[in-house]
């Protein structure tokens, strides 16, 4: 039994909570979907949750935007949903008085524990803690890993406390990817010459590489965060939403309204064709959120 992460996580479970200490990794049980099965598998293999580990948001520009949207760590409260393998906490540091993270791919656990969150293997969909205790909640590019967006989103609201704030960064915004005609046609053709030949000398099976691609359940065209999807889950439990468009590789100027460099042309082109101007601010790859709870 998982004494010490029983201790840590017992003040802020719900009381009916059915989660098992009995392995090193607390678990509450989860209804398994393809998503969650795809994220599961492709976020707990070694070598690829190391991968994203060490390459996936880690540079200055990402550590700035975070900072300036949800300040220093230290001494708070933390929930990161879909922590992965801890890239978040690895990039901004700080000495929170309480760091959980919350996801659904045991071996990316078991990484984030050693860097020093207390891990809980649970669906955001569904997560076994109490309303209203989190300084803060951080979702970063794990929406679009999710079947049900609005859903995980309201769940994570429900755990900030009053004057707290819930961050979300990293998804595809909807209208940057909502290609049409032409432009979803090369998307289309692009993604197959990818997947079936540029992609085939990687160290992972057809297999392999299909599970990667459903991870990303919202990210494709068609697909995204949106203005209304933040602002109409948040704002009736009690938030003030502001939402900053970026193209990722940008810091604190985001949250001025600075879009950053235009997407790459690859994108570009396939948003012209679609009917999105690749300069402004729907066209921005990510949507970010910064949503303090009222008190």
């Known amino acids: 039994m998982n004494i010490c992460e029983q201790s840590n996580l017992e003040p802020f479970l719900v009381t009916d909570h059915a989660v098992s200490f009995q392995d090193s990794i607390p678990v509450c049980p989860i209804v398994k979907t393809r998503a969650v099965e795809a994220n599961s598998v492709y976020f707990s293999h070694p070598v690829w949750a190391q991968t994203y580990f060490e390459a996936c948001h880690r540079d200055a520009a990402f550590k700035e935007r975070w900072l300036a949207a949800a300040g220093s760590w230290d001494d708070k409260i933390v929930v990161d949903i879909g922590c992965g393998p801890g890239n978040l906490y690895a990039n901004l540091g700080g000495?929170?008085?309480m760091l959980i993270g919350v996801d659904v791919a045991r071996g990316s656990l078991e990484m984030a524990q050693q860097i020093g969150y207390t891990p809980l293997l649970a669906n955001a969909m569904n997560v076994p803690l109490q309303s209203g205790f989190a300084d803060l909640v951080a979702i970063n590019a794990s929406l679009h890993h999710c079947d049900d967006m609005s859903a995980v989103l309201a769940e994570?609201?429900?755990?900030?406390?009053?004057?707290?704030?819930?961050?979300?960064?990293?998804?595809?915004?909807?209208?940057?990817?909502?290609?049409?005609?032409?432009?979803?046609?090369?998307?289309?053709?692009?993604?197959?010459?990818?997947?079936?030949?540029?992609?085939?000398?990687?160290?992972?099976?057809?297999?392999?590489?299909?599970?990667?691609?459903?991870?990303?359940?919202?990210?494709?065209?068609?697909?995204?965060?949106?203005?209304?999807?933040?602002?109409?889950?948040?704002?009736?439990?009690?938030?003030?939403?502001?939402?900053?468009?970026h193209n990722n590789a940008i810091g604190a100027e985001a949250l001025v309204g600075d879009l950053g460099e235009p997407p790459h042309w690859r994108y570009r082109i396939g948003q012209l064709l679609s009917g999105i101007n690749p300069y402004g601010a729907e066209a921005a790859l990510s949507l970010m959120c910064v949503a303090k709870r009222n008190d």
């Open 95 to 97: 000495n929170p008085k």
């Open 156 to 245: 994570a609201a429900r755990l900030v406390r009053p004057g707290g704030l819930l961050v979300a960064d990293h998804d595809p915004q909807l209208s940057a990817w909502d290609y049409k005609g032409l432009g979803l046609l090369l998307y289309k053709i692009r993604l197959s010459v990818i997947y079936r030949f540029f992609l085939r000398d990687l160290d992972a099976s057809d297999e392999d590489r299909a599970t990667a691609l459903a991870t990303e359940v919202h990210h494709q065209p068609g697909h995204g965060v949106t203005d209304a999807l933040f602002r109409e889950t948040l704002e009736p439990m009690g938030f003030t939403v502001n939402l900053y468009p």
